[in-house]
């Protein structure tokens, strides 16, 4: 029972007010026999007594107070209650009291108190101040103070600057019509890091090295009173046999031994019940007991990781052609998993054309922005194994089919007026043919190149089998109905690769593993250039004497495609969807339609004539976006195969207007004789990819998809029109496949109806928020880690802000994804998970919350507990709960600490009864 200060008074306790139930107890006895009347009134009498000399404790302290009380003796139960009240207090009607037993207290306040039917109220008023007992002047006197007192200032919050890796590094969470839980991904991308120490941590347990003492005893001599001349030799060697057993002389080292081993005889196991059931290793629940806290670097371990794993740097050099430089060639790289029949990699787009090669196709470009000219890839691989090939695919201008375009360069004459003819000859086709397809690309060769060795090393490591000086030794000619995954896997056959048709060339290129920053224009695969540089950048490895990176030279970062999902949090803006179109498996009816071009744009609404996003990424050696991009063609071929990529930055809002729009047209590669209408382009016709559907962006991670084609041109509203006149009856035709990489929208359609549904108003919605939440709870790690601190807000905003029911359930689903994650982490330190990385520098309070975050989590804890004792939630394991349980009770003391401080409470302060 505390007493409570304001403006530095501290007031005593004032009055007790005693109330007896005689009356009515006598009542109950009339119908009693005459010897329970006698007991009952020898009862009420030892009670009566009890009361009085209660009244006369309290009168006496009453007295000290200086304060006047009466007691009176109303009908009802005995209670006793007690109250405290400031000076200016008159009545007691102002008070609020609470009911607690008496017997958790009644020893300490009320020794002469009977347990039976008393009760206890004191003042449930949370401003009680029980520091204000601590710094009397009674409590100042006490020799042991210093057990009670809690040390002031004990914990400070710190701020770390986030260090962003691009200049764009997200766009503003205040953006009008976010959706809620993208507005979070926002914030969080953009927020600086905080975490929190104790100050008095090193008081928490005593690290005693071995030898080492906590304090140096003074050396005592005692002196042995004993008369030996007058003992019998029988007393003699008893003394000597005492001697020898309990007066040893100290030995340092023996007698810590052998007193240790004493010790451990018979000993009680105290603490044998404390064997966790956690799947972590030996040692990990002492760390976890005593919260040892490894506090790390988050901009360097956090943000920058992907420096941490295998990055190979390619730098371009040339691409040479026995018939020399006739032409403009475009070309690319990517990395391709031949086992797994997978690419593991973004294209990266260079050309090593020379200016009177530009200006051959110069009609079709409106610009060459600087990051479309890069001739360095920086490839990321966090799961190097030999299976990985190096891919160089050749595109050249549209003329004619690829076996009359490549046939010149497969066998050039030998007699040198030969080849000058026939290079003038090609030469001059091109000029003629580029002013007017010079827009359309067909594919002209291929080549690739194991980047591993074939063994790996005795570690497991993947050995890299290139380096500086390196080049495709070997090109071949590009076929039309050619898949590039099933010629790499032929490549990989001697027998079948003797097959192929080799172009007479090569191309050079130095390759180098990269073990320090390189100081140059470096573009991220969102084309946003970086400012990062780290403090420590490394030392120049041999091998980089050989390559000459210039400081001026652009590097492009390409995006890995993993082959197996990358266990960590999305810590930056990416939002990029890939289309691979791949073949039209049935022929139009147009007799025309051999020439087959397919463009791709990007459109927000149903209306041709509103233009199209500017969301696709370009190639080389043109503008870094534009509205649309244009498919390679295979002239001459009615069913072609496509197989280029397709590039496209989403835009940060999406609806269920959003969705390419595939255009088929047949391209007219050579002018019309007879001075008939020029017309390059023939329509053939659309195909649709809606891109938004209950809040799941458009996406077969990796699988093909089939669209069904339509002849007639697109009208306004053409999305709700069902006056499509479809090619064989509606059958879908059109083959592709799709690839997204963002961290704003994820794939899993339970995460994503609980983005959907969980910012409806209270009560709206309940049942269906509840159906989500329940089918949360079985969401995989692999899909949770990524956008685990965006799901985790969106659980404590439901707990902090519903009513119980689907809170109960948003802390159940956080219990049971706690458990997957920690099972699938399986670290040995608890301190050094994701887990702990989220609590201790992640973590931020959900503003405008009705219940904060550590009072709803307290009280789902104790509610999911007393259901579980009902045989509730039987899916959840005592063991389970419990092992994750410190992350729960870490969770609330986060809450808490950022909650004084966003309060402006966490002061050096002695009273700390205005904190909870």
């Known amino acids: 029972v505390s007493t409570q200060s304001t403006g530095g008074l501290t007031l005593p306790l004032r009055f007790f007010e005693i109330m007896s139930d005689s009356e009515d107890r006598a009542s109950d006895e009339e119908s009693d026999n005459d010897s329970s009347q006698e007991s009952d009134k020898s009862s009420e009498s030892q009670s009566s007594n009890g009361d009085e000399e209660v009244k006369e404790e309290v009168k006496e302290e009453i007295k000290e107070t200086k304060e006047v009380v009466s007691f009176r003796e109303p009908r009802g139960p005995k209670v006793i209650k007690i109250a405290t009240s400031l000076a200016s207090t008159t009545s007691s009607d102002e008070f609020r009291t609470t009911d607690i037993p008496l017997q958790t207290t009644r020893t300490r306040f009320f020794p002469h108190a009977k347990e039976e039917g008393v009760t206890l109220k004191v003042d449930d008023n949370p401003n009680l101040a029980y520091e204000s007992r601590l710094t009397s002047e009674e409590a100042l006197m006490e020799p042991l103070k210093d057990l009670v007192f809690y040390p002031e200032k004990d914990v400070t919050v710190h701020a770390i600057k986030k260090t962003h890796r691009t200049q764009r590094s997200s766009p503003s969470p205040n953006q009008e019509g976010l959706p809620e839980h993208i507005a979070t991904s926002f914030e969080f991308f953009a927020t600086d890091w905080t ?15 071995k030898g080492e003492r906590l304090w140096d005893y003074p050396k005592n001599t005692f002196e042995l009173q004993y008369n030996f001349e007058k003992q019998s030799e029988a007393d003699q060697s008893t003394r000597e046999e005492i001697y020898l057993e309990y007066l040893q002389p100290y030995v340092k080292g023996k007698t810590e031994q052998e007193n240790f081993e004493e010790r451990r005889k018979d000993r009680i196991r105290i603490f044998w019940l404390y064997e966790p059931d956690y799947s972590w290793k030996p040692g990990s629940e002492i760390s976890l007991g005593n919260r040892v806290i490894q506090y790390l670097d988050p901009n360097k371990d956090f943000l920058h990781k992907q420096e941490s794993y295998l990055q190979i740097l390619v730098k371009m050099k040339n691409i040479i052609f026995q018939l020399g430089e006739l032409e403009p060639f475009w070309c690319s790289l990517s990395l391709y998993d031949v086992d797994k029949r997978k690419k593991v990699s973004e294209e990266f787009f260079f050309d090593r054309n020379s200016e009177p090669m530009r200006r051959i196709v110069e009609n079709h470009t409106k610009r060459i922005d600087e990051e479309t000219e890069g001739q360095c890839a920086l490839f990321t691989i ?30 050039p004459p030998i007699k040198d007026k030969d080849l000058l003819k026939l290079k003038t000859k090609m030469s001059a086709e091109v000029k003629q043919i580029g002013p007017r397809t010079g827009a359309y690309r067909q594919f002209f060769a291929w080549s690739a190149i194991p980047l591993f060795h074939p063994n790996v090393s005795a570690s497991g490591e993947a050995k890299i089998a290139l380096g500086p000086k390196s080049k495709f030794s070997t090109i071949y000619a590009a076929h039309p109905k050619d898949n590039i995954l099933d010629l790499l896997t032929d490549l990989k056959d001697p027998k079948r690769a003797k097959k192929f048709s080799q172009i007479p060339g090569y191309s050079e290129f130095d390759l180098l593993r990269v073990t320090r920053w390189f100081p140059n224009r470096r573009f991220d695969p969102s084309l946003d250039p970086l400012i990062w540089e780290p403090e420590e950048k490394g030392e120049k490895s041999p091998e980089e004497e050989d390559v000459n990176i210039r400081p001026s030279e652009i590097i492009r970062e390409i995006q890995e495609f993993p082959q197996v999902p990358i266990l960590e949090h999305n810590w930056a803006y990416v939002n990029n969807l890939y289309i691979y179109p791949e073949a039209l498996l049935i022929a139009f009816k147009d007799k025309k339609a051999k020439n087959i071009a397919l463009k791709l744009e990007l459109r927000a609404d149903d209306n041709p004539d509103t233009p199209a996003l500017q969301t696709v990424y370009g190639t080389s050696s043109c503008e870094k976006i534009s509205n649309l991009g244009w498919s390679p063609v295979t002239a001459n071929n009615k069913t072609p195969f496509f197989q280029e990529e397709f590039k496209f930055r989403l835009p940060e809002i999406l609806t269920e207007k959003h969705h390419i729009l595939f255009s088929f047209y047949h391209v007219s590669i050579k002018p019309p004789k007879n001075n008939k209408e020029d017309k390059l382009l023939y329509f053939l016709g659309h195909a649709l990819l809606p891109l938004w559907s209950k809040g799941i962006v458009t996406n077969n991670q990796g699988t093909h998809s089939m669209l069904g084609v339509f002849t007639n041109p697109v009208e306004k509203g053409y999305l709700t029109t069902k006056n499509f006149q479809f090619v064989e009856n509606g059958q879908a035709v059109f083959r592709l496949r799709s ?13 994503a109806a609980l983005s959907q549904i969980y910012t409806v108003k209270e009560g709206e919605n309940d049942a269906e928020l509840t159906k989500v939440l329940t089918a949360l709870m079985n969401l995989p790690p692999e899909h949770a880690i990524p956008f685990m601190p965006v799901t985790f807000q969106q659980l404590l905003r439901v707990m902090g802000s519903r009513s119980n029911q689907p809170g109960l359930f948003a802390f159940k689903a956080l219990v049971l994804i706690l458990i997957r994650l920690q099972g699938k982490l399986e670290t040995n330190r608890p301190t050094e998970s994701k887990l702990f990385v989220y609590l201790q520098y992640i973590y931020r309070n959900p503003p405008n919350l009705d219940s904060p975050v550590y009072k709803s989590m307290t009280t789902y804890f104790l509610m999911f507990m007393m259901e579980k004792k009902m045989n509730h939630h039987q899916e959840v394991s005592y063991e389970d709960f419990f092992s994750v349980s410190w992350f729960l009770f870490e969770l609330i003391i986060r809450s808490m600490v950022l909650s004084l401080q966003e309060s402006g409470k966490l002061v050096n302060s002695k009273n700390y009864g205005n904190r909870f």
């Open 195 to 209: 975490y929190w120490t104790k100050n008095h941590s090193k008081y928490e347990q005593v690290v005693i090295k």
């Open 382 to 411: 966090s799961q190097p194994n030999p299976a990985i090939y190096l891919v160089l695919r050749v595109r050249k201008v549209l003329q004619a089919e690829i076996e009359t375009a490549i046939d010149p360069y497969l066998k």
């Open 739 to 751: 690839e997204l990489v963002s961290t704003l929208h994820s794939q899993h359609p339970d995460l």
